[in-house]
């Protein structure tokens, strides 16, 4: 593989995460481009980027290939800013966002002739933000949404894929529009669904002061992802507001279906309903990445003395289990409470259990 140089424009949690992957294959520079330039700076220290850039211009002059990892709307612009660089070579181009159509209109409009550009989408994220949470193998086993565009051709796009390899991600090949009514479906509506219960909990905590004390557990888990950063959705939201607005509407009328059923006894209907929701769930594949984050969860009882937690992470660092998120769902003095632990890989999920079980702690996975 030849020494390619690599900028990525807009070094937070997924331009730093493709960064680090990018750098595994010690044949490639990394170039850094950003404002802010503390994450430039943490960039370099931590070895992240091996040089870094305020000058998008300067930047993009000096790369083989550039990664727009920005939010739409910047992505967009750097984009139309692409194309009044003058380019000695041909760059491919790419891009992270979550909605394709708008971003593809303004890449075929461009007329630089040195500009290949092939959409893209890595369908993974974290709820933490910035340089520092980016991690090299964020995206490992997630889907990589490519969207070739009329400029582009295979080779090129066995290029990019090249360059992407130790990301160790699932590419596929998707039209924008496919690609944008399917991200719509499965990650850009459930954000507004859940941040719509989270409003609706909100006014009846007016009515019931003590409600956010049981607003645990399921409810937790369904609004997570209303947790979101605001600002980059509301820029999602609005380059994908047609798919939107269509879903609301069915959405609506979905509702008005089962406000039916409930209204009107319906009760076959509603364990129909119900069987088929649970049907089709219960199919929907966990091992492989998605648009919304896949975590392998294990609940674990455990009672309300000193060192319960400790004994727990003790076992599983004996075994060099890593743990990415804890949570205690439910625990009163006195009382066996449940520890839901969520580990990165399936593997590492049954590993837990097997060692934890091994050593006393009732266990569950639940599908």
């Known amino acids: ?188 509506f459930p954000h507004l669904i859940a941040s719509s219960l989270v409003h609706q909990a909100k006014k009846w905590q007016e009515t019931h002061a003590f409600l956010p004390k049981l607003a645990a557990g399921g409810f937790r888990d369904i609004t997570r992802i209303a947790s979101s950063n605001p600002e980059l959705w509301q820029d999602i939201f609005y380059h994908n507001r047609r798919k939107m607005s269509v879903l609301l509407q069915e959405w609506i009328e979905e509702m008005m279906h089962l406000k039916s059923l409930v209204d009107y006894n319906e009760k076959q209907e509603m364990i129909n309903y119900l069987k088929t929701a649970k049907t089709y769930r219960d199919g929907i594949p966990t091992k492989d990445g998605g648009a919304i984050p896949a975590f392998y969860d294990l609940y674990v009882d455990i009672r309300d003395q000193p060192g319960a937690l400790a004994s727990v992470f003790k076992i599983l660092a004996d075994y060099e289990i890593s743990v990415k998120n804890i949570e205690i769902l439910e625990i009163r003095e006195g009382i066996t409470g449940v520890l839901r632990l969520s580990f990165y890989t399936e593997e590492a999920q049954k590993k837990g259990k097997k060692y934890l079980e091994q050593n006393g702690y009732e266990t569950m996975i639940q599908n």
């Open 1 to 188: 593989m030849d020494n390619r140089k690599i900028l990525v424009a807009g070094i937070g949690l997924i331009g730093g995460s493709l960064a680090k992957a990018i750098k595994i294959n010690p044949e490639h520079t990394v170039l850094g481009y950003d404002l802010n330039e503390q994450s430039l700076d943490y960039g370099l220290k931590n070895g992240i980027i091996d040089e870094a850039y305020t000058d998008f211009k300067h930047a993009a002059q000096n790369a083989d290939i550039i990664i727009l990892a920005a939010p739409i709307t910047e992505t967009i612009e750097l984009l139309e800013m692409l194309d009044s660089i003058t380019f000695e070579r041909k760059v491919i181009v790419t891009d992270t966002a979550s909605v394709k159509n708008t971003v593809i209109e303004t890449a075929e409009k461009l007329i630089n002739q040195q500009i290949v550009f092939i959409g893209g989408h890595p369908m993974a994220g974290s709820h933490k933000r910035g340089i520092e949470a980016a991690k090299s193998h964020l995206f490992e086993n997630a889907i990589y949404v490519l969207t070739p565009t009329k400029r582009s051709t295979e080779k090129d796009v066995h290029t990019l894929k090249e360059v992407l390899t130790p990301t160790k991600s699932k590419f596929i090949v998707l039209k924008p529009e496919e690609h944008d009514e399917m991200t719509g479906v499965v990650s850009h």
